[in-house]
């Protein structure tokens, strides 16, 4: 079976973005480099771009990763709160959907309280403060 794992590009901010993520998940990062550790004379990074995150990881679960890079300003801008991808995350108990809830809500928006939805999973919806969405369940039923 495949697994699948989100990537996520930010606009300079990867590096804060998943130090908020680890401490809602806790676990370490099992990858982070920057764009200056491929710098050479044949590709050249900018000065401005060279501490930018070129991949960063963070394992979560049974062998789930939550992965980003940051774009280099010569690329531009991706559109982080423009986007309607959402990072959708299953978890076995109400405890720990509101653990996450909470944590990954914190200074974000809230667009769907976490409770119980019509279709008898425990759910909730928000983006986060860098502007991720993220869906928070819980189906009783698979306990």
Same mark, same amino acid.
């Given at each position: 079976m495949a697994i699948i794992n989100p990537y996520i590009h930010f606009? /300079?901010?990867?590096? =804060?973005?998943?130090?908020? !993520?680890?401490?809602v998940f806790g676990g370490d990062f099992s990858k982070i480099s920057r764009y200056e550790d491929?710098?050479?004379?044949?590709y050249?990074?900018?000065?401005?771009?060279?501490?930018?995150?070129?991949?960063?990881?963070?394992?979560i679960g049974k062998g789930?990763?939550?992965m980003a890079s940051d774009t280099l300003t010569?690329? /531009?801008?991706?559109? =982080?709160?423009?986007?309607? !991808?959402?990072?959708?995350?299953?978890?076995e108990s109400q405890e720990e959907a509101v653990k996450l809830f909470i944590g990954l809500s914190n200074g974000g928006t809230i667009e769907m309280p976490i409770g119980?939805?019509?279709w008898g999973n425990y759910f909730g919806m928000f983006s986060d403060k860098f502007g991720v969405q993220w869906m928070i369940d819980f189906d009783p039923k698979n306990i």
């Open positions: 606009n /300079g901010n990867a590096e =804060e973005a998943f130090t908020f !993520y680890k401490s491929i710098s050479s004379d044949q050249p990074i900018p000065e401005n771009d060279s501490n930018r995150i070129m991949h960063i990881v963070l394992p789930n990763s939550l010569s690329m /531009g801008q991706v559109m =982080e709160k423009d986007n309607r !991808y959402t990072v959708f995350i299953s978890v119980y939805s019509p």
